[in-house]
């Protein structure tokens, strides 16, 4: 038996960060965890100020700290300036924190990135600016699925730098981290007047990073989709999430 799911935010500065456990002890030790290792990041930078700026991997000396280790190593594998995986380091931490305490939920989705480990399914909905899936369809995270890392970047929605015009960059991976600096990296390589060429250049981009399981890439009435990515459902609002079923219509043109 699953007990009663708890929620909690917390701010951390720029972070505004989601736990859901079935496991209190498991959500503060979350947040303790994620409050040090920001802590730990904090100081880092300031003695360090080119990794707060930087756009292309950096290497770390063997003392970093161990977020900035894991930032760093993800932004690599994706391309991208290790900022572009804070959030999604973030998370995985705290994800780390609540499995430790034995949570068998653990969710913890921080500025849209999201870690997760559940045993019980769990749905992530979709949210890709004004295109006609946002805030329609969803991913379907299963038991099997996990420990998974999502995260999503866009150049239409959100405060993150972006280089590319995709609505949507969404990928699925190990880690967060790994995800977060993929998304990014993909979302910049999604660009040009032709929508469904600059989906086929985000797809290509994608396959030569090592380590993600899947991408779905969404820009105007276009998607594409590279590997494995959870099962699609509608999550509109008329529908009831215990009872959810296949997408069964897709007005979209789907590039291969």
């Known amino acids: 038996m699953f007990g009663k799911i708890v929620k909690v935010r917390k701010t951390f500065k720029e972070s505004s960060i989601l736990f859901q456990s079935d496991h209190e002890p498991a959500i503060k030790a979350a947040i303790e965890a994620v409050l040090r290792h920001r802590l730990e990041l904090d100081r880092y930078i300031l003695s360090n100020t080119a990794f707060l700026r930087e756009l292309e991997p950096m290497d770390f000396e063997p003392y970093a700290p161990r977020i900035v280790q894991i930032m760093s190593?993800?932004?690599?594998?994706?391309?991208?300036?290790?900022?572009?995986?804070?959030?999604?380091?973030?998370?995985?931490?705290a994800l780390e924190a609540m499995l430790t305490a034995k949570a068998s939920v653990a969710i913890v989705e921080d500025g849209g990135e999201i870690a997760a480990s559940s045993q019980r399914p769990f749905t992530i909905g979709l949210y890709a600016g004004k295109?006609?899936?946002?805030?329609?369809?969803?991913?379907?995270?299963?038991?099997?699925d996990c420990p998974i890392g999502v995260a999503t970047s866009s150049a239409s929605t959100g405060h993150a730098i972006s280089f590319g015009e995709a609505d949507s960059a969404?990928?699925?991976?190990g880690t967060a981290a790994l995800a977060d600096g993929a998304a990014t990296a993909i979302c910049n390589a999604v660009k040009g007047e032709d929508p469904g060429r600059s989906i086929q250049e985000g797809l290509k981009h994608a396959k030569n990073i090592?380590?993600?399981?899947?991408?779905?890439?969404?820009?105007?009435d276009y998607v594409g989709t590279f590997g494995s990515i959870p099962q699609l459902v509608?999550?509109?609002?008329?529908?009831?999430?215990?009872?959810?079923s296949m997408l069964d219509k897709v007005s979209l043109r789907t590039i291969v």
Do not use: W
């Open 73 to 93: 190593s993800a932004a690599k594998a994706a391309g991208v300036g290790p900022m572009a995986a804070v959030a999604g380091a973030l998370a995985d931490i």
């Open 170 to 173: 969404t990928v699925f991976a």
């Open 210 to 220: 090592p380590g993600i399981r899947g991408v779905m890439i969404v820009r105007g």
């Open 234 to 244: 509608k999550i509109g609002s008329e529908i009831d999430l215990a009872e959810i």
């Open 131 to 144: 295109t006609p899936l946002s805030k329609q369809v969803g991913f379907r995270i299963l038991p099997s």
